[in-house]
């Protein structure tokens, strides 16, 4: 009885109130009623926010769009200069290599033909060119030198073919040695590269990865996988970018001789993941660096100056961390247990083409 006494009350409580509303005249006005807010001002917006780097990289990130003789594939670009220089991967453009046709999507909507400028498959880079155009807004590069875990980080591209797609994340890890055409490719492929859990997916591939002031500190080239097989597979928050500092050298080499080098030490290390957490060295080449500097076969290297080499894999990305004619401090262990240190100036092999 008490609950339907107090049921009553209000309901005539509330009866009362819209009455009385209704007899003054007043009109209560809804949130459906109000305008809504003009948009924030892009010279407005905080400085260091995702937002404001979405608004000055968008612009110079363009949709590669590749039809080969078999196959039609999709990537990312970075804008390198008002006429049509653009940074890429060499896996998005290959294709168009072996005969095929190459396109880019401009910021404004516009398909204009590109052509091929000199490509390094060892580092998965391209420089290309659009054809008839100009006024195009280059990217800043910034630098990878001082990049650091857990910064943030934003990317750019096209994923899965929807362009101007910004993702954003950290950086998880440095000095990964990742291969470009994954685990069944070979050595010739391996990079030296920056981890990220920002979203990177099929089409993202030369897309820019940049700090927070907007400057490109990377070249979005890869994602670890759970899957096997050739489907297509999504970000599982492991993507990984080749260091802006290496893609300027190779970039330049490529834009001025249609060209590129890489540093080699002159060994020959097995693949994968030994027991023993080192580069056992196969063989050495001779007159090249390592032999030059006393490295044997059987010799173990654990260290290239302060990082540490746990791999053949590890060796290769961090000697092509380097330019031709770099010393470098190489940390052995010998045969019989002991460790030495040893200075090698890195010898030149061409990797790129036209």
């Given at each position: 009885m008490l609950s339907l006494i107090v049921g009553l009350v209000a309901g005539g409580v509330g009866g009362a109130v819209g009455y009385e509303l209704a007899g003054s005249g007043s009109q209560v006005t809804s949130a459906l009623d109000l305008p809504a807010p003009g948009a924030v001002p892009i010279a407005n917006l905080p400085s260091g926010s995702v937002e404001q780097v979405a608004q000055k990289v968008t612009p110079s990130v363009v949709q590669l769009r590749v039809?080969?003789?078999?196959?039609?594939?999709?990537?990312?670009?970075?804008?390198?200069?008002?006429?049509?220089?653009?940074?890429?991967?060499?896996?998005?453009?290959?294709?168009?290599?072996?005969?095929?046709?190459?396109?880019?999507?401009?910021?404004?909507?516009?398909?204009?033909?590109?052509?091929?400028?000199?490509?390094?498959?060892?580092?998965?880079?391209?420089?290309?060119?659009?054809?008839?155009?100009?006024?195009?807004?280059?990217?800043?590069?910034?630098?990878?030198g001082n990049v650091r875990v857990g910064q943030e980080v934003v990317a750019v591209g096209s994923p899965l073919g929807l362009s101007g797609t910004v993702t954003s994340g950290i950086i998880s890890a440095l000095e990964r040695p990742v291969?470009?055409?994954?685990?069944?490719?070979?050595q010739d492929t391996v990079l030296d590269a920056i981890q990220t859990d920002a979203a990177i997916n099929p089409g993202n591939s030369g897309g820019p990865l940049t700090d927070m002031q907007g400057r490109v500190i990377g070249i979005?080239?890869?994602?670890?996988s759970l899957g096997s097989g050739g489907g297509q597979v999504g970000s599982i928050g492991l993507g990984f970018a080749i260091p802006i500092d290496q893609a300027r050298r190779i970039g330049n080499e490529l834009v001025h001789t249609g060209q590129a080098t890489s540093a080699i030490l002159g060994v020959t290390v097995p693949a994968g993941q030994p027991e023993d957490g080192a580069a056992t060295v196969q063989q050495v080449t001779p007159g090249g660096a390592a032999a030059a500097a006393g490295i044997q076969s059987g010799d173990k290297i654990i260290k290239v100056g302060d990082r540490v080499i746990d791999s053949g894999d590890a060796l290769v990305a961090a000697i092509r961390s380097h330019s031709p004619g770099s010393q470098v401090t190489l940390t052995i262990k010998g045969a019989g247990g002991a460790t030495r240190q040893v200075q090698a100036t890195l010898g030149s092999q061409q990797v790129g083409t036209r």
């Open positions: 039809h080969g003789a078999q196959l039609a594939a999709e990537g990312s670009g970075i804008v390198l200069s008002a006429d049509g220089l653009i940074l890429t991967n060499n896996h998005v453009v290959e294709p168009a290599a072996a005969g095929g046709q190459l396109a880019a999507v401009l910021q404004d909507g516009r398909s204009v033909p590109v052509q091929i400028v000199g490509r390094a498959p060892a580092f998965d880079l391209a420089v290309v060119r659009a054809q008839g155009v100009n006024g195009l807004i280059p990217a800043q590069l910034g630098t990878s291969r470009a055409g994954g685990e069944g490719s070979g979005n080239t890869a994602i670890a």
